[in-house]
Structure formats: C-alpha cells, structure tokens
C-alpha cells in the first residue's frame, strides 16, 4: 500500500518538526493524511511528542483530531483526552459518532467519564449517555443511535433531499422505514432509491422483511449476522421493535476482531484480557494468567499422585522413566490438534452438538492412525538405540513395544479427549475454547501416566517387573 | 433472531414436502426467503433431498438458485452443480458475481471445472476466466472485475443515470473515477453523488487520494486495509494503477473469517487444512496432522535422551522422576500462555518486532511472578503430603526446596521461550502463529529436564543424590 509506505516517511519529519517546535509545519504535513494515517503516527510517537501533535491538531481542526484519535485505539484515546476540562472534552467528543464517543468516555478515569457524562445529559447530547446505559458487549452499546429513518408515506425524492440535508449520520447506505410509532417496518437500500421515480413511495420499494438485532442481542451474535447476511448496516430495535439505532460493518468488524483475541488467549490457556497486552497493567497480567496456570497446576498434581502410585515399577525399571515425558507429551500434542479443530470448526457452526458421535467415530480413527505411527517411530528409535549404544539391555524388545502400544493408546485418548471436550464445554454452556492446549495437555497427562504404566505392567510382567 | 427461528421451522415442512414430491410447495416455501436461509436450509438436508430442492429451485428461479448455492459453502456447491452438463454450468453461474462464479468452478472436479472455462471463454465470459488466471490468495482472484467505473469528465447528474442502466454490479458505494487510459484516478461515494447538484463534475467531487489493492497482493493484506481503514469496497489495480476491479467488504469478512481458521489449526499444532474440517478426506486429516505430530515426536524423544543423561540419579532417587510431568508441563503452560499472548499481539500489530526487548522484560518478571506463585504452591503440596502420610522420607524439606525452585526456574523459561518464540519465527519470515502451544511444549521439556535435575544436584547433592 502506498499510504503505508508514506505514513513511514512522514513519522520522521513529523519527529523532527516536533523536536524543534514547527507545530504549523507539522499540521500541515498531518492534515493532509487520512484519521487512520494519523493515527498510526500518533501511536509511534512518544507520549510527549503525541501530546503535542494531538494539541496542535485539536485547535486547528477538531474534527480530523478526533477522527484519528478515535482510530488510535479507546486507552491511548482516553489518555489523550483525560488531562482535558470535562466542557472541552465535551466539546471534542461531539466530533465523533456517539458509539465511538462512549467508548472514549468509557475509557476514562471514573471520575473525569462521570463529569463528563452529566455534562452531556446536561446539554441534552442524551446519545452518548443513553448508550452507555446499555450493558457491555450487547448491541445497544455499539450502535449509533444516530439513524436515519422515515415515515413509510414517504416518496424516494423526499428521502433523497432528507438524506441530502442530514449530514452528520455515519454512513450511510441503507435508509429505514419506520410507522408513526417509530416500529421498524422496512428497508431500502440508497441505490434502490436511485433507480426509482422520485414520486414512487417507500411502501412500495422497500424491504419488509427486515433483518435487524435487539437492543439487548450479544454483539457476536450480530457480528455472526451481519456477516452471513452479507448486510453493510443492521438496524437495532428495542423490545417492541421500534428502531433505536443501528450498526455498521466496520464496528462488526471491530467485534469480529476482538472474539478472535479472546479466543486466541482462551485457546492459550490464560483468561481474555480485557485490553490490548500492552496497556494491561503487569499485576492485571499475572492475575489473569496465573489463576488458569494455579487450576491447571492443581491438575497436575495429580500426576504426581499416579507417578507416585507407580514408585516401586519405577524403582525396578527405572527405563520405564525415561520415556514418562515423551509418551505423555505426545498424548497432549495430539489432543491439541484436535481440540483446535473442534473449537474452530464448533466456532464456524460447520460442526453442532449433533454431530458428536460422528466426529468421534473419525477421531477414534484419526487416534489410532496417528498412534500407530508415533508408535512406530518410538519402537524404531528405541530399536536403534539398542542396536548402536546397548542403551536398553536385555529386554530391550519388550521396552519398545511397551513404548509401541503406550503410544497408541495415549495418542488415540488424548485425541479423543481433545476432540470431545469442546463439545463437553459448549453442552454446559461454557466457551469451546477454554478447552485449551494447556487444559487437554493437564487432561491426557494422567490418565496418559496410567495408560503407559498399565501397558507396561502387562508387557513387562515377569522380566522387569 | 427472528429470521432464523423461522428456518429451524421451515426446515421440518420442507424435508416432509419433498417425502411426498410436493415440488411447488417447496418452491412456495423456499422463494419468499434470503438465500443464506436456504443456503442454512439445503445445508441441513440429506444429499438426495438436497439436490432434490435445488433442482426445483433452479428449473424456477435459477437466479435465487444461485444464491443459495453461493451461500452453501463451495465444496457442498460444487457438488450440487458437478451432475450437470458443462453448458447448463455455465447458463447458472453466470447468476452469479464473477468471484462466487470462480470459487464455484474451482472446487469441482478438474474435467468439468476445465470444460466450463473453455465454453465459458468461448462464449465470451472472460471475467470467470481472467479471475482464474490469478494465484489463489491474492486480491485479483477474489475481486469482482465487474466494477463501475466513469471518466472525470462526467457529471454526478450522468453518473446517477449510468448507475440506474448498470445492474448486475454487485452492491455499489463507491464510483470509481478513470482517465481515458482507465488508470485510477479517483472515487466518489454514492451518498455524495447525491448531495451534488446534477452538472457538478466527477473530478470536482471525487477525492483524489484512493486507497487500493494491488492485483497480486496478499488478501490478507487487503483485509486488513479495508479493516483498518473501514472502507465498504476495495478497487483493485494492476501494476500500471490501471482498474481491474474491487473486492467488497463482506468478501473480505469471509478472507479474515479464513484467517482465523488457519490461525487456530496452526495454534493447535497442525497444518493449516485447506478445506472445512468436515469435508476433508480423513487421509488428508491424518497427513496433515502426522506431519507437525512426528516433527514434535522427533523433538520430544530428546525428552528420552535427556532422562537417560540423568539415569543415575533417578535410581538413586526415585522421588525426583515423581515430579518430572509437574514441572516440565507447568513449562510448557505458562510457555503456551505467553506465546498465544504473542502470536496476538503481532497479528493485530499491536507489537512489531522492534518491541521484542521491552516484551523481553516484561516477560522475564512474568514468568518469575508465576514460577513463584506455582513453586510456592508445590511447596506447600509436598509439604502436605510429607505431614499427612511421610510420602518423601527424611529429606523431604530439601524435595520440596528442588521442586520450588525448579519450578520458578522453569515457568520462567518457558515464558521466555513462549514469548519470543513467535518474535523468531516472524523475523524468520515465517507465520508467529507457528510457534503453537505444543511446539513450544516440546522446547520447553527438554531444557525443563536440564533445568530440573540440575537444580536437584545443586540442592539434593550429599544428601538423596
């Protein structure tokens, strides 16, 4: 992208200029750039140098200033804003869609949002507040109440100079029909209002079967929607489907990519952080990773316990150690793999909780396939060990094989361990994702133990045990 | 949802219809609903009712037909049209956008995918054609080279009515602006043609600094502009900046929806599957698993030579082979924790590789935070246990010191290694998300051991060892 390579080259200049105080130079070299151009140039400044670029901006054109610090992520924004009076950040904030302007307030230190908030009721900017007393993670609390919507006796021309005169309304591509209650009855798209005469009425073009979202709808769910519907916007309607706001692709988008890094870090065996890693505080960090880290610990404690259980074979093979890690690590790599494909394909809905019994008819087989093959390349290296360094001794033969058949069993179990326990997960109504590496690893760990002990008592019964 | 409630109902009628061969009530009830509703429909049904109610549909409304099998997913696709004779292919895709209609061909067999491009350029439908002739994954083979595009000369007044004779371009927002050479000179949206009066010309209106894709560039790059830069469409370019076409927004969803996908099973351990999980054949599912899972083995049976190393020592003191799979997995945990945090971070660009040495230190406190806090808890564990049943002997203070002190030493080095991990794989030009939580498992047990019983020499030394 050539707008990328520019953003590059100007971070320089705009260092430079601001080192030596040329504020209208670099206004001029920031005016020219796109929000989310400036944006990123305000991220790579220090907070000095941020500051005094935003500044300088903010008296000069508000607007764009608060166009990018919008785009420069809601922390990072809110800083920018907090050392601010509440009546000036009111004033900067109205800029901004309202979703957008909640979020930044939402961002603040309590106190300066509290201020901030009454300020605007105050004025009557009730947009901004009425948002935020919607509960986080719903769609009321993403939607720009800022919608665009007219009676259904209305004609394409009369909605084509409403339209022109609106201005202010973010993006718009679809035009709403409401009755005189303001209950959402249709839709027409602006390209639809072109290629009619002006004197057709909305009744007669518009969409009556709207798709819309609640007000109180989980925004994955109206990401999911907008997404397979292909829709650019989706009205949102409150309990008696009267339209309330709505919103637009990009802010699903947003959503979009937020579910992925929860589940990234799910899937890592940590809890969601609630920020960027970067801006999460160090105590909030190691909370957050070090309550999973403990629960899992605690697991695998057990092994311990089953080790323990096995203290005299160990004593009197201690051989049957030295492949502890690798018989067990093997059951929890395979059962990774699988939970992975679980948890994505459980995501994607291109699998249900129907289809358990069919997915682990192709597990059982994907376990033993993949097993038989990590068995075959264990009993091959303890085979040649053997041949080239004696390592095994005597019984070496029946040391590979108890290697051998630990392996398939342990990697067919973990496999089904990992391929069903998101399914478990979801049955309770739990994310799939938190049946994570770490957690299937924790799993198939002991009864990986007692699997390996077990084959090796049966093979090894009366020469080393 | 109301929409979808009202699939899960319709579902039940529909398969009861076509037991009894009520072909037109079918088609009553499929016609009045959104194609990814009877795309949600034919999903669900069996094979033979499948192509019965696609069949009904197409010999009605093949358009509708279409639709609904664009919104099927290609592979279920593909198969629905593959029965039919190449010139009937090629009468139903052209239903569809040229994109839809490419991946469609794609995914049938070889043969007739190759007989409906010849007939297809014979007949003149080079869009299709072009389209395949780009490499899969970059911009030109998922855009839509149907794109509206006008001289800078014209008027919005013109503009309007060329748009009102389109049809057949898919959901238009923005109009693309060309000199007489079709370079790319400009966009304007549809909503400002509308607050121009008609004689206003395009070069007046437009803005002149467009954001575009490269034919050849990466999709996921393109992705990631449209995201970032919250655009509804994409134009697309060749190297000469000449228009060839535009990728729309929920096109790009469906890329980043890709992405993830990818990301996850690669997390998970495995190769990235080409195709859903469903419909991948199982010796592809086990290929691609076994690959990374004999990789990870090869890796892990180190675990076997590094115990080896330590032989002695464990005949001698069995208690240390006890806590072996405790220690080396809370390594790999906190490991699989710190690089899924990574992996993140790098893909959203929240970090760059220049923040590597800033993450480094804060990992480094991490990591001895939650070494501290699990050693503490293993601890207070033996310690227990000691005063409850004399599981570890007279030495059990100094068990119980090895197992706090490997255990901080190790949890911190597997979230070194977990956290730059993805740091090395990405400054090797390979994906971060590489570095999966079993991969760094597997780095993170052979040293644990080294680290493990080097601690226990240190402190068990004249006494258990």
Known sequence: MASQRKTDLV???????????????????????????????????NDHERRAAFEALAVQDPRLAMQALAEVGVDLGAALLATRSPADIVRLVQELPPDDAAALIDAMPVESADQVRDLMRGQGSAAVGDLLDHQEGTAGRIMNPKVFALPEEATAGEAVSALQQAGGVEMVFYLYVVDDRRHLVGVVS????????????????????????????????VARNVSSYHLLAIPVVDDENKLVGSITVDDVIDVMKDVTTEEFQKLGGLEALDEPYISTPFGTLVKKRARWLVVLFLGELLTATAMGYFEK??????????FVPLVISSGGNSGSQAASLMIRALAVGEVTLRDWWRIMRREVLSGLALGTILGSVGFVRVTLWQEMFGTYGANWFLVALTVLFALVGVVTWGTIAGSMLPFVMKRLGADPATSSAPFVATLVDVTGLVIYFTVAAVILRGTLL
């Open 313 to 322: 074979e160990i004593a009197k093979a201690v051989v049957l150690a030295l």
């Open 11 to 45: 971070l320089g200049s705009v260092r430079k200029l601001l080192r030596v105080g040329a504020t209208p130079n670099v206004l001029n070299l920031l005016q020219k750039r796109h929000p989310v151009d400036i944006a990123e140039i305000l991220r790579a400044l």
């Open 190 to 221: 602006l390209r639809r209002l072109l290629l009619v005469p002006p004197e057709t009425s909305l009744k007669r073009i518009m969409t009556a079967d709207v798709i819309s979202a609640g007000v109180d709808e989980d925004q994955e769910e």
